[in-house]
Every structure is written in structure tokens, then in C-alpha cells.
């Protein structure tokens, strides 16, 4: 359900809405965005942000697919299957190096233990 939810969704943004490829990612990336800060605030409830966070996940990766490989004609960047996927092994490979470097940061750290000065 959450798929065919999400997947119409992405359609929607993408074709029907006037936002386009890049418009529909964007829509969506600051959606998620906004979920992220709300987990911060205990307005409402973590399950909830969760389910809206995993539906939403389909028509970014719908719209940010379709803006790397269509046509420049159609609002896309052309890039093709390899491309495309070239940049998102790319992006997903900076993130995990952004990651590790925060681990690395907060290893040998001991916040609750804290000596006075």
C-alpha cells in the first residue's frame, strides 16, 4: 500500500502538479526535511514520522530518478541509466564517509562522565 501510495504520489508531483521532476524531488526532499526537525520536538509521535518518512521515500527516489535520466527536453538531465546511477553511488558513498567521520568524532567520548576543570 505504502509503494502504490508513494509511487502516485511521485506521478502525481512530477506530471500533474506543473513542479516537474526536480520541483517534485525537492517538494519532497523538504517534506522529509521538515520530518527530520519534528523528530526533535515531541509533537508528534515518532511511529507516525516514521510511516510518512517511508512513504515519501517512493516519489523522491521516483522524482529524482526520473529528473537524472529523462530528456533535457522533458525537464530531466539526460544522464542515462549508468549515469544516473553513477551519481547516486556517488552521493550514497559521500554519505557514508560523512557518516564514519561523525563516529569518529564522537568515539572515546564519554558525555555522561565529565570531569570538573
Same mark, same amino acid.
Given at each position: 500500500?505504502?509503494? %502504490?501510495?508513494? %509511487?502516485?504520489?511521485?506521478?502525481?508531483?512530477?506530471?500533474?502538479?506543473?513542479?516537474?521532476? /526536480?520541483?517534485? $524531488?525537492?517538494?519532497?526532499?523538504? +517534506?522529509? #526535511? &521538515?520530518?527530520? +526537525?519534528?523528530? @526533535?520536538? =515531541?509533537?508528534? =509521535?515518532? +511511529?507516525?514520522?516514521?510511516?510518512? $518518512?517511508?512513504?515519501l %521515500?517512493?516519489?523522491l527516489?521516483?522524482? $529524482?530518478?526520473?529528473?537524472?535520466? @529523462?530528456? &533535457? $527536453? @522533458? *525537464?530531466?538531465?539526460?544522464?542515462?541509466?549508468?549515469?544516473?546511477?553513477?551519481?547516486? /553511488?556517488?552521493?550514497?558513498?559521500?554519505?557514508?564517509?560523512? #557518516?564514519?567521520? *561523525? !563516529?569518529?568524532?564522537? !568515539?572515546?567520548?564519554? =558525555?555522561?562522565?565529565?570531569? #570538573?576543570?
Amino acid at each position: 500500500m505504502s509503494n %502504490t501510495l508513494g %509511487t502516485s504520489m511521485g506521478d502525481f508531483l512530477s506530471d500533474s502538479s506543473g513542479l516537474g521532476y /526536480l520541483g517534485g $524531488a525537492l517538494l519532497v526532499t523538504g +517534506v522529509l #526535511a &521538515v520530518l527530520v +526537525v519534528l523528530m @526533535k520536538v =515531541p509533537v508528534v =509521535p515518532n +511511529v507516525l514520522l516514521f510511516w510518512i $518518512a517511508f512513504v515519501l %521515500t517512493r516519489p523522491l527516489g521516483a522524482t $529524482a530518478g526520473d529528473f537524472l535520466t @529523462k530528456p &533535457v $527536453a @522533458k *525537464g530531466g538531465l539526460d544522464l542515462g541509466t549508468a549515469g544516473s546511477s553513477a551519481v547516486l /553511488l556517488a552521493v550514497l558513498f559521500g554519505l557514508m564517509v560523512y #557518516a564514519h567521520m *561523525g !563516529e569518529r568524532r564522537t !568515539e572515546g567520548q564519554n =558525555p555522561v562522565i565529565q570531569r #570538573a576543570g
